[in-house]
């Protein structure tokens, strides 16, 4: 992405969350541990549910997805924020901007695709609970994974090169702590307007489509749900599309209200771009594990595994030492 030709601006500098050093050294050690348990929760989510066969369903493989993608989604976005946090020029280079659109266009989309694909599992789960096991196959599953990741970067796909073209000569400020299309739009002193029409056309239509996709499955789900005569059945079939759907208010809610809103560096439009690149990959993990049974059982049972291994070779490591 060598920009050499198209710009007299080389990096950038983000303004981030505020410019008062003890402020900045507090917001390093909160997003510092916000990352750690990012890393921590999504890879322990990908642990329990590769180790335990009790999770082998299409539920728990689309879960272990939407980990993945949480991992690289936060990892994007934090190293770079954290390390602005403690540096005085809080500069990013042009080629490296790009590149977090890059990632982020690519994570974000497979996230908002993986979303639609897990409120699908749930619809063939509760409206069509006998030919469930038929319809979402292993290999449906896995084609259903892979055209989240192909969405994703088509969106890249279509944005970034655009962006790669346009001429940057006049303020290099970016009101934010990371790089984003409408923040980097402002910046051009080239036409954006082909910018502009190309991300409305294809991010938004793209998370229209997924979201409404997401109401009709779970317009379906709450109309089948209601429908069943026992309580108990209503509220375990509800049991298990309440973390679903919280992830989804999360995620959806504070992306549109991000990408909707016009850019202008307000505390608001900061607090969106932290709710869905920072707070949401971080709740993903906990949402779906305080609120599912059967992962809080594998979890104790991958842990009792762990420790048994543990304590065993402990055990054997002795007799050598005493034998």
Same mark, same amino acid.
């Given at each position: 992405m060598a920009l050499s030709n198209h710009s007299t601006i080389t990096e950038f500098i983000l303004l981030g969350l505020s410019a008062d050093p003890h402020v900045q050294v507090l917001l390093f050690v909160l997003f510092l541990v916000i990352y750690l348990l990012t890393l921590m929760g999504n890879l322990l989510m990908l642990l329990v549910i590769r180790a335990d066969s009790h999770l082998y369903t299409p539920m728990y493989f689309f879960l272990s997805q939407l980990s993945f993608v949480d991992l690289c989604f936060s990892s994007v976005i934090l190293p770079k924020m954290l390390e602005n946090l403690l540096s005085k020029m809080k500069a990013i $280079? /042009?080629?490296?901007? @790009?590149a977090q659109i890059f990632f982020v266009l690519v994570t974000g989309g497979t996230e908002a695709s993986l979303l639609t694909m897990m409120a699908y599992d749930r619809y063939a789960a509760i409206c069509h609970p006998l030919l469930y096991a038929q319809v979402m196959s292993n290999k449906l599953c896995v084609r259903l994974v892979l055209v989240s990741w192909v969405l994703g970067i088509l969106d890249m796909l279509l944005n970034v090169p655009l962006a790669v073209k346009m001429d940057f000569c006049g303020t290099c400020i970016i009101p934010h702590y990371s790089c984003e299309l409408p923040s980097l739009f402002l @910046? =051009?002193? $080239?036409? /954006?307007? %082909? !910018?502009? %029409?190309v991300m409305f056309c294809s991010i938004i239509p793209h998370g229209l489509a997924t979201s409404l996709s997401i109401f009709y499955s779970y317009g379906c789900i709450v109309s089948t749900i209601l429908s069943i005569s026992s309580s108990s059945g209503r509220s375990k079939a509800f049991s298990t599309c309440s973390s679903h759907l919280i992830t989804v208010s999360l995620f959806y809610g504070s992306a549109f209200l991000r990408y909707l809103t016009p850019t202008s560096g307000s505390p608001l439009e900061l607090i969106f771009s932290l709710q869905y690149n920072v707070i949401t990959p971080m709740l993903n993990p906990l949402i779906? $594990?305080?609120? !599912?049974?059967? /992962?809080?059982?594998a979890l104790k049972r991958t842990v009792g595994k762990f420790l048994n291994a543990? =304590?065993?070779? %402990?055990? #054997? #490591?002795n007799d050598r030492e005493l034998g």
């Open positions: $280079s /042009v080629e490296g901007c @790009l @910046l =051009s002193c $080239s036409d /954006v307007s %082909i !910018n502009l %029409i779906y $594990s305080l609120k !599912n049974k059967e /992962v809080k059982a543990l =304590s065993g070779k %402990i055990k #054997r #490591r």
